[in-house]
């Protein structure tokens, strides 16, 4: 079954320092996309970074960079230099085959980040 | 220049109504979907429209009508509203429906509580 799992529900850090946030993944199809998005209190969904499968390099955008380990199944966000705008709930999500027609997302139950100074 | 937009943003109502949400997006995108996010804010997927056509219908009850009038815009009707429909219900699109690495952009959603 296809699933995405974020263990940690809770993640505390200080202003400046990095924070990891752990996602791993099962699917056995050879071609998915990761992607992690941020969900702040006011409710939307901001798209951060995303990795395809065959990627051989590590995505990075700005101070989010994306650690893939494919033999571990895993699509770890790291936040450098953390802000206190950054505190949310961040989600991790796969594009996967829902049909023979078309993709979805199918999502892990986050992590929220509190960022303090 | 909002990307994906939904109304309305709140939603409040007594069970038994019918309410409908809309969405636009400006994107020039050629795929669409509705996604609900619980109480436990666990996200999953119910619809998708590739160019107007029906492409993933998840188990969602069929109380639940989405309707795409063109490629812009995705509207979801849901009848006889209960309980456990309260929810935030997002739009998103993504350009193409097949690429695994294609983003999908949500907007803002709307948060239905039903009485």
């Known amino acids: 079954a296809q699933k995405i799992t974020q263990t940690q529900p809770g993640m505390f850090v200080q202003e400046k320092e990095a924070v990891t946030l752990d996602c791993t993944y099962d699917?056995?199809?050879?071609?998915?996309?990761l992607f992690w998005y941020k969900q702040p209190s006011s409710g939307e969904m901001i798209f951060l970074i995303y990795q395809g499968s065959y990627d051989q390099q590590n995505a990075t955008e700005g101070r989010y960079s994306l650690n893939f380990q494919k033999a571990r199944k895993s699509a770890n966000l790291v936040i450098s230099a953390s802000q206190l705008g950054d505190s949310a709930m961040y989600f991790c999500?796969?594009?996967?085959?829902?049909?023979?027609?078309?993709?979805?997302?199918?999502f892990g139950k986050g992590t929220t980040l509190s960022v303090s100074s | 220049d909002t990307a994906v937009s939904q109304t309305p943003k709140y939603l409040v109502t007594q069970m038994g109504n019918d309410k409908s949400i809309k969405c636009e997006q400006n994107l020039g995108h050629d795929t669409m979907y509705w996604y609900k996010q619980d109480s436990k804010k666990f996200l999953k997927i119910m619809f998708s429209?590739?160019?107007?056509?029906?492409?993933i219908n998840e188990t969602v009850p069929n109380r639940f009508s989405p309707k795409s009038p063109d490629k812009a815009h995705l509207n979801l009707h849901i009848n006889s509203l209960e309980l456990g429909d309260s929810a935030v219900y997002f739009c998103?699109?993504?350009?193409?429906?097949?690429?695994?690495?294609?983003?999908?952009?949500f907007g803002p959603g709307t948060r239905l509580t039903v009485l």
């Open positions: 998103a699109s993504s350009q193409v429906t097949g690429a695994f690495t294609d983003t999908q952009y």
């Open positions: 429209y590739n160019n107007k056509e029906l492409i």
């Open positions: 699917t056995s199809d050879p071609s998915y996309g």
């Open positions: 999500a796969m594009r996967v085959l829902a049909n023979q027609a078309g993709t979805a997302l199918i």
